[in-house]
Nanobody
Framework: QVQVVESGGGSVQAGGSLRLACTSS?????????MGWFRHAPGKEREGVAA????????IYGDSVKGRFTIYRGNAKNTVYLDMNSLQPDDTAMYYC???????????????????WGQGTQVTASS
């Protein structure tokens, strides 16, 4: 059974930074899996933030976070981090980590392409 766990959320002032961490355990498909970050703000749809292939390759980012957020693999298997800089109030949301077989890169932000999700960690940026 795959279990995905996020950590590192919190509250910052606008312009601040946070680092989120995600660990996926119980998966047997490493390194054929991708791991990604999504976020869900009240009144908005869940949107893709960043995703990365465990076997290598360039990560992808949502347009609203390009140049501010960085996703990268940790040294431990099935661990990814999300460095978030220059946080703005619009970044306030529950952030979720997801894990599954890699699909076409064009589908990385398709929510239906991911089977395994964490419980989420809250990120709040206030002005």
């Amino acid at each position: 059974q795959v279990q995905v766990v996020e950590s590192g959320g919190g509250s910052v002032q606008a312009g601040g930074s946070l680092r989120l961490a995600c660990t996926s355990s119980g998966s047997t498909i490493y390194p054929l899996n991708c791991m990604g970050w999504f976020r869900h703000a009240p009144g908005k749809e869940r949107e893709g933030v960043a995703a990365i292939n465990q076997a290598g390759g360039s990560p992808i980012y949502g347009d609203s976070v390009k140049g501010r957020f960085t996703i990268y693999r940790g040294n431990a298997k099935n661990t990814v981090y999300l460095d978030m800089n220059s946080l703005q109030p619009d970044d306030t949301a529950m952030y979720y980590c997801a894990d599954d077989f890699c699909v076409l890169k064009s589908l990385y932000f398709d929510i239906d392409a991911w089977d395994y999700w964490g419980q989420g960690t809250q990120v709040t940026a206030s002005s």
